[in-house]
């Protein structure tokens, strides 16, 4: 169980943080086999503010992003709950907006 009360599922052999997130992912492969996406990762990195110094990069780990074939945007989408929408996240969520005009689906 992590943090916010979610237990970790393996579903073919992919470890998720929740059983909402494997059950999104089924969903998104199934669109990416009917050619609606593409692209599709797991966990892409985003580095929203470089190294500064001896400071460490801030980053952002999507939960899946991807491509929508009908308007070639990418896509990035995080799996959210009212205890994991925190502020950290909120921040997070903002600067991905500021620096790649992305902005976050919440799912």
Same mark, same amino acid.
Request: overall charge positive; glycine content about 4%; hydrophobic content about 35%.
């Given at each position: 169980?992590?943090? =916010?009360?979610?237990?970790? $599922?393996?579903?073919?052999?992919?470890?998720?943080?929740?059983?909402?997130?494997?059950?999104? =992912? @089924?969903?998104?492969?199934?669109?990416?086999?009917?050619?609606?996406? @593409?692209?599709?990762?797991?966990?892409?990195?985003?580095?929203?503010?470089?190294?500064?110094?001896?400071?460490?990069?801030?980053?952002?780990?999507?939960?899946? @992003? =991807?491509?929508?074939?009908?308007?070639?945007?990418?896509?990035?989408?995080? $799996?959210?709950?009212?205890?994991?929408?925190?502020?950290? =996240?909120?921040?997070?969520?903002?600067?991905?907006?500021?620096?790649?005009?992305?902005?976050?689906?919440?799912?």
């Amino acid at each position: 169980m992590n943090k =916010y009360g979610a237990k970790k $599922v393996t579903v073919d052999g992919i470890e998720f943080d929740s059983r909402r997130e494997a059950n999104r =992912y @089924s969903e998104l492969l199934v669109m990416q086999r009917a050619g609606l996406i @593409s692209e599709l990762k797991r966990q892409e990195e985003f580095i929203l503010i470089p190294r500064c110094g001896r400071e460490r990069p801030a980053k952002y780990h999507a939960d899946f @992003s =991807y491509i929508d074939t009908a308007t070639g945007k990418k896509v990035v989408e995080d $799996v959210k709950s009212r205890a994991t929408k925190t502020k950290d =996240y909120i921040l997070r969520r903002k600067l991905m907006n500021w620096r790649y005009d992305i902005q976050i689906v919440e799912v």
